[in-house]
């Protein structure tokens, strides 16, 4: 189940598109902004499966 990873909110959406994925994917770094505590998390890399970022998450 998805959520937030600051506040514990469940069934977060947030405005990473698909253009946003393929940039992270390429190192690119991309700001994902947590509608719900508004929170922001800077993606630094990406994969199929992981996001990494510029501090911990969990």
């Known amino acids: 189940m998805p959520s937030c990873p600051f506040c514990g909110e469940d069934q977060v959406r947030t405005n990473l598109s ?3 994925l393929a940039r992270a994917k390429e190192g690119i770094k991309a700001n994902v902004h947590m509608p719900c505590c ?7 890399e990406a994969d199929d499966d992981y996001f990494w970022t510029s501090k ?3």
Request: no cysteine.
């Open 56 to 58: 911990p998450l969990r």
């Open 18 to 20: 698909a253009e946003g």
């Open 38 to 44: 508004l929170e922001t998390i800077t993606v630094l």
